[in-house]
């Protein structure tokens, strides 16, 4: 049996470019719906590059943590076709379908 970290860097190897989905999905997808900031945790330890956590963003669209920095996520996010609504504080990841990564590939997970 898997732990819960290995399936959230499972679920995490498996966002395309151009897409994201939030701390809370991944932990749903991962077995545990109230894990999102443990899914944080966990991505925010991360080096290795084929685990693509500057993927995972907030429920709320803003980017959240990323251990190479915030603005270093966006320009990754941004160069990969992510789209952002910017407001006045903070530029906020655009939930349109596009860019939401609903795949159900990932159904094992549910």
């Known amino acids: 049996m ?9 679920i995490v190897k498996k966002i395309p470019k151009g897409k ?18 443990a899914v944080g945790n966990i991505l925010n330890k991360n080096y290795d590059s084929k685990i693509p956590c ?6 709320d669209g803003k980017l959240g943590g990323y251990n190479r920095g915030a603005k270093r996520k966006k320009e ?11 407001c006045i504080n903070s530029d906020t990841v655009d939930f349109n379908y596009e860019n939401i990564f609903l795949n159900v590939i990932l159904k094992g997970y549910y």
């Open 2 to 10: 898997k732990i819960f970290s290995e399936k959230v860097y499972e």
């Open 20 to 37: 994201v989905l939030t701390y809370m999905e991944v932990a749903k997808r991962a077995g545990n719906m109230k894990a999102g900031r």
């Open 54 to 59: 500057h993927r995972v963003v907030r429920s």
């Open 76 to 86: 990754i996010l941004k160069s990969e076709g992510v789209s952002f609504i910017y």
